[in-house]
């Protein structure tokens, strides 16, 4: 089976995800991203850190980035985010956001649960960060892609 990552979600729905990260972030000066590969080629955690460094998601003035990393063929997917959010979070919340959107790939409602997870997030985001008119996007709003199979 074809399995080329790049080609996991079509134009129409990367879109949709995109605008969602769009959304989210005219509310909040917090960034969100999302990361796929097909296979985790190690620790979940680790693996996820790894990518937000080498998407150098630390690059935040105030350390809000959040990233959506997600290994489809393994089934594994995992929600970071930078210390100024992780701070400011309330325990278990990242658990509850995973939670949820763990069902939605269950149901292989992958646009759906991503949408909804952006949204979260950034209402999240938003409690603690303001969104102010001179925002920067500081981190990619593209879904990025990696090739581990
Ligand atoms: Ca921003
Ligand atoms: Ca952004």
């Known amino acids: 089976m074809a ?6 979600f079509s134009g129409e729905d990367e879109q949709k995800i995109v605008r969602a990260i769009k959304l989210a972030e005219k509310q909040t000066s917090g960034e969100i991203r999302v990361h796929l590969e097909n296979f985790c080629p190690r620790k979940l955690m680790n693996r996820a850190a790894l990518i937000f460094e080498k998407l150098e998601m ?3 003035k105030e350390r809000n980035g959040v990233l959506i990393y997600i290994a489809i063929r393994d089934r594994k997917f995992a929600i970071i985010g930078d210390a100024g ?3 400011l979070v309330e325990e278990g919340y990242w658990d509850l956001i995973t939670e949820r959107l763990g ?3 269950r149901n292989a409602e992958f646009v ?3 949408t909804e997870a952006i949204e979260s997030v950034g209402q999240k ?4 960060f303001q969104y102010s008119k001179d925002d920067v ?3 990619s709003n593209e879904i ?6």
Do not use: C, M, P
């Open 125 to 128: 985001l938003k409690t603690h």
């Open 137 to 139: 996007d500081e981190l």
């Open 58 to 60: 630390h690059h935040t």
């Open 85 to 87: 959010i992780n701070a």
């Open 103 to 105: 069902e939605r790939f």
């Open 112 to 114: 759906e649960g991503l």
């Open 3 to 8: 399995s080329n990552i790049v080609n996991f």
């Open 144 to 149: 990025s892609y990696e090739e581990t199979n």
